[in-house]
T-cell receptor
Framework: GAGVSQTPSNKVTEKGKYVELRCDPI?????LYWYRQSLGQGPEFLIY????????DSGLPNDRFFAVRPEGSVSTLKIQRTERGDSAVYLC???????????FGPGTRLTVL | KQEVTQIPAALSVPEGENLVLNCSFT??????LQWFRQDPGKGLTSLLL?????REQTSGRLNASLDKSSGRSTLYIAASQPGDSATYLC??????????FGRGTSLIVHP
């Protein structure tokens, strides 16, 4: 079956702009995670959804970052007033439950000029 | 706060060698540990998942062990091939179910 997909694959924006990154998890997976990965680093946790609700958003760096998952499937990560330091690869992962194996999407490379 | 360290940071070996990649973690109260591979510019591919009650898992030429009490896991790759070249990451999941990742081991297997 289809894996986790993310769109767009690349996004270039200017400082101060608003961006939305989309994640389509594997069908039926209740848990969904967003991560941010900088060059040479491991993924850094941002937010975790269990169904429609954000079960843990302790990794969001500040209030410019927000994520939703209104119907318990597709999720959107929203970044307001982007800064150059937001440039990174944003990864999404889903799993059947919070205890089970995670499956990752290909990521969205965000570049803020 | 959980901290995950992977040693070595980089490794270059000739084809055919058996390899051991190390992952250590500071808080032994974990739920499970997962090994991933990441190719350049790509997402993560799951290799093996070890539950805290398990000692090891095997898949093909890969074997992962877990020693929870000492805070260590190893990934053993038998008879390495150039196609194994990638970055290998381990992720430790504790009671909060939020994974903490190491920085990875960058592996190059040359013909």
């Amino acid at each position: 079956g289809a894996g986790v997909s993310q769109t767009p694959s690349n996004k270039v924006t200017e400082k101060g702009k608003y961006v939305e990154l989309r994640c389509d998890p594997i069908s039926g997976h209740t848990a969904l995670y967003w991560y941010r990965q900088s060059l040479g680093q491991g993924p850094e946790f941002l937010i975790y959804f269990q169904g429609t609700g954000a079960a843990d958003d302790s990794g969001l760096p500040n209030d410019r970052f927000f994520a939703v998952r209104p119907e318990g499937s597709v999720s959107t990560l929203k970044i307001q007033r982007t800064e150059r330091g937001d440039s990174a690869v944003y990864l999404c992962a889903s799993s059947p439950t919070r205890q089970t194996e995670q499956f990752f999407g290909p990521g969205t490379r965000l570049t803020v000029l | 706060k959980q901290e995950v360290t992977q040693i070595p940071a980089a490794l270059s070996v000739p084809e055919g060698e058996n390899l051991v990649l190390n992952c250590s973690f500071t808080d032994s109260a974990i739920y499970n540990l997962q090994w991933f591979r990441q190719d350049p510019g790509k997402g993560l591919t799951s290799l093996l998942l070890i539950q805290s009650s398990q000692r090891e898992q095997t898949s093909g030429r890969l074997n992962a062990s877990l020693d929870k009490s000492s805070g260590r896991s190893t990934l053993y790759i038998a008879a390495s091939q150039p196609g194994d070249s990638a970055t290998y990451l381990c992720a430790v999941r504790g009671g909060s179910y939020i994974p903490t990742f190491g920085r990875g081991t960058s592996l190059i297997v040359h013909p």
